[in-house]
């Protein structure tokens, strides 16, 4: 077993928990989505990113690229989080929350994509 490769996956497939976390619930209700776990999803997202600029294939650009918009979603999120909350200081009304839960799912939606191409890069490897 390569240890490079188990902590690719795991990075890859926290990327993806951590984002569906915060994901889950109702999208318009601040009480179901931590900035903390926005956060994490964040930090993680950025480490798996960095992993994956020493892939040299095809699949291994499309798994960058995948991680990129992740990561440009993710930030766009807390960015919108954090004027909502401290430069227009309106709070988290729904409609704001709802965009910023939004942009978490289109990065989840992304995320999901690494994971799958991961999971097909894996089987199809020949022993």
């Not at 996956?9 to 993806?16: E, P, Q, R, Y």
């Not at 999803?41 to 892939?55: D, R």
């Not at 798994?63 to 988290?92: K, R």
């Amino acid at each position: 077993m390569h240890l490079e490769k188990v902590i690719f996956g795991f990075f890859i497939l926290l990327a993806v928990t951590l984002n569906f976390g915060f994901v889950l619930g109702e999208f318009d209700n601040p009480a179901h989505h931590n900035v903390y776990e926005l956060f994490a999803a964040i930090v993680v997202s950025l480490i798996a990113t960095v992993l994956k600029f020493g892939e040299r294939t095809q699949i291994g650009a499309v798994l960058l690229a995948a991680s990129l918009v992740a990561d440009l979603q993710l930030i766009a999120a807390a960015i919108v989080w954090a004027v909502a909350v401290h430069v227009v200081e309106v709070g988290l009304p729904p409609a704001v929350m709802a965009g910023i839960v939004s942009l978490a799912g289109g990065a989840l939606l992304a995320n999901m994509v690494s994971a799958t191409l991961l999971v097909i890069e894996t089987s199809s490897l020949q022993r």
